[in-house]
């Protein structure tokens, strides 16, 4: 299994032949709307040409439900399981694409698709149906948080084998800041925690996070355990 960390809370999970994009923002959309966030790192264009099996979309906000990326995913042409919490599945589906499943993927949904079961868990975030997602790969489970604020509901979702964790650090826009994060890693017990939300909007360092089993993820790289 390869994880790439494709930007802002962006993965790609290439799983056998099984490509899982989460959340991808490969633009300048938000830009749009919110100058003052411009995307500070280029679009590595190879990323759009992934021919993905699987799309989550954990809230519908545009860095993470982002339509400028996801055109190049869903199509008339592409056959595509989409899982997305209710308010960013109204949205995608709009993409529309007879081959296409889009699926309502809100808290306590769990979808098994060949030996991968996702798993939507509780995420306290500024849209009301946020979600965070376990992946059940090979018996070892990944858990990527969605944009969230430390939260006692959360923990009542998670098992207590978590191989790794990947969750914002910004502190900006609902989402932990560095303590609570440190927070958040400590109470799960994830044997690694990678770092998200960093690098797009801000000038984060992620290396002044004090938590000792974290893994700093390089842009368009493997994630090395």
């Known amino acids: ?30 830009a749009k709307i919110q100058p003052q966030n411009f995307r500070r790192q280029p679009v590595d264009e190879r990323f759009l040409k992934i021919r993905p099996d699987i799309i989550i979309l954990t809230h519908n906000h545009a860095d993470h439900t982002d339509k400028e990326t996801l055109k190049h995913y869903l199509g008339e042409d592409t056959s595509v399981v989409v899982l997305a919490s209710y308010n960013a599945w109204k949205e995608v589906r709009q993409f529309g694409g007879a081959n296409n499943n889009y699926v309502m993927f809100n808290c306590g ?13 509780p995420a306290e975030h500024s849209d009301d149906f946020a979600i965070g997602v376990i992946l059940n790969i090979d018996k070892k489970h990944y858990y990527i948080t969605g944009d969230t604020l430390y939260n006692h509901k959360i923990f009542e979702s998670l098992p207590n084998d978590i191989e790794a964790v990947f969750l914002p650090i910004n502190g900006k826009g609902n989402n932990m800041n560095f303590r609570d994060a440190k927070r958040f890693v400590e109470r799960i017990n994830a044997k690694y925690c990678i770092p ?18 974290k893994r700093i993820p390089k842009l368009y790289q493997s994630i090395k355990f």
Do not use: R
């Open 1 to 30: 299994m390869k994880i790439t960390w494709i930007g802002q809370a962006g993965l790609l999970f290439e799983v056998g032949e099984k490509k899982i994009i989460i959340d991808p923002y490969l633009s300048n959309s938000v």
């Open 109 to 121: 949904t769990v979808w098994t698709e060949g030996d991968i079961a996702f798993e939507a868990i």
């Open 196 to 213: 998200m939300h960093i690098g797009m909007f801000d000038d984060i360092k992620p290396e002044e996070w004090q938590v000792e089993n």
